[in-house]
Structure formats: C-alpha cells, structure tokens
C-alpha cells in the first residue's frame, strides 16, 4: 500500500531555532497537508498544498508541496514552547477516494 | 463555527465490555471518517461515511466494531466485545464532499483493563 516517510521521527530544538521536517513517498500525490497534535487533543490542520511547488505560509509556519508531486516540507520559523507537540503530514493519492496517507510524526520538543 | 464534537473524551471499561462513541461534525460536512489512533502512530483509517453511506469500512474489524450515521449528520461507533488491544484514541473527523481537508474532534481516550 502507499507509506509515507516522515523525518525526523523527534526534534530536540532550542527555542528560537528554525525547525524544518519532511514527508517523502514512492508515489505520486495530489495533495500535502500538516498537522499538529498536541497532548490530548485531536490534530489541527496548519497548512493545505494542492499544486506542484507550491509554498504556504501560516505565520512562522511554511510548507512546500515537492515539484516531484512525491514529497512535501515544513518549515517553522523562531520555535516558541508553544510550538511542542507531534506534527504529521497527510497526503492524498489519485483516485484514493479522499482517504489520507498518515506519516508517523515527528515529535518536536524544546529544550529547557 | 463550531468544531467537530465528540464524546465521551474518556473511557475506562473491561474487556468484553461494551462502549459506545458519538461524534457530531461540522454543519454541512458530507463526509465523516472514524479513526483509531494507537500512541505513538499516526492515525488509522476504520470507516468513511458520505452522508449516511459507508465510503469504506475495509479497515473496520466488522466482528466487533459497527458504525452508523443514519440521519447523515452524527454517528456512533461501537466496539462489543472490547479487547485490551482496543486501548486507542478514536478521532472522528470530517470534511465537505469532495475536500481533502480534514478537521478533527478532540477523540475519545479508551482505556480496555
């Protein structure tokens, strides 16, 4: 079946660092979208990639959709504590019937 | 505009228990998809609803779990009996008909002793 691979599987960052994670695939997808969980919550949708090459921001978030249609990259500007939690992409394949292809996370933590 | 409800958010029941979840999505969301999220994972797909028809339930294990959205707005999603393997956050989550943006409940913590 489709897998995605998602890098890093955890991320031990100072706060201000920029963060940078990615998801990769065999195949080829129509869509790239981020997510990020927090503890006993439910995953937040932070940014939707619909075209090859296209980058996305949402404040000190941006995401890229590959040029290769088999990858996607997000970035995160300055961390603050806030920005702990799991994020995870998602990616949708033609003909998938709208069903997501999960990556496993990458766990983002910040050192004190 | 209110999110996707879900409850209970916790349960604790006994294996060969039975337990009951109920998800309310988004107003004017065709689509509904119950997962199970195991810790540590990324969330697994066990059925899809297009208004009150099943898309796909090929990951559901149809032997003990059922799910319904009988009016094509809520839906429940049962587990009877319950295994200790069933300890798992199940997210209910939904989307229009025809969009890949999926929104999500805050899930339901099920802890099977």
Not at chain 2, 63 to 74: M, P, Y
Request: charged fraction near 15%; glycine fraction near 8%; aromatic fraction near 12%.
């Amino acid at each position: 079946g489709q897998q995605l691979n998602q890098s890093p599987q955890s991320m031990f960052i100072q706060e201000g660092e920029d963060v940078s994670m990615n998801c990769t695939s065999s195949s080829i997808f129509n869509t790239w979208l981020w997510y990020k969980q927090d503890p006993g919550e439910g995953p937040v949708l932070l940014i939707a990639l619909y075209k090859a090459g296209e980058l996305t921001s949402n404040g000190r978030l941006t995401a890229q959709f590959g040029i290769t249609r088999k990858d996607s990259f997000l970035n995160i500007s300055a961390s603050i504590p806030s920005d702990v939690g799991i994020y995870f992409c998602a990616g949708l394949y033609m003909d998938s019937n709208y069903q997501l292809i999960w990556g496993a996370g990458t766990k983002l933590i910040i050192k004190p | 505009e209110a999110g996707v409800a879900q409850s209970p958010r916790y349960k604790i029941i006994e294996k060969r228990q039975s337990v009951a979840f109920w998800c309310n999505p988004i107003s004017g969301h065709a689509t509904l998809y119950w997962y199970q999220q195991i810790l540590g994972q990324g969330p697994k797909l066990l059925i899809q609803f297009q208004n009150n028809g099943v898309v796909d339930d090929s990951q559901l294990p149809k032997d003990r779990f059922s799910a319904e959205r009988l009016k094509g707005v809520d839906s429940t999603l049962k587990i009877q009996p319950a295994k200790l393997e069933d300890s798992a956050v199940y997210l209910c989550a939904s989307s229009f008909l025809g969009a890949a943006a999926q929104y999500f409940g805050p899930g339901t913590r099920l802890l099977v002793l």
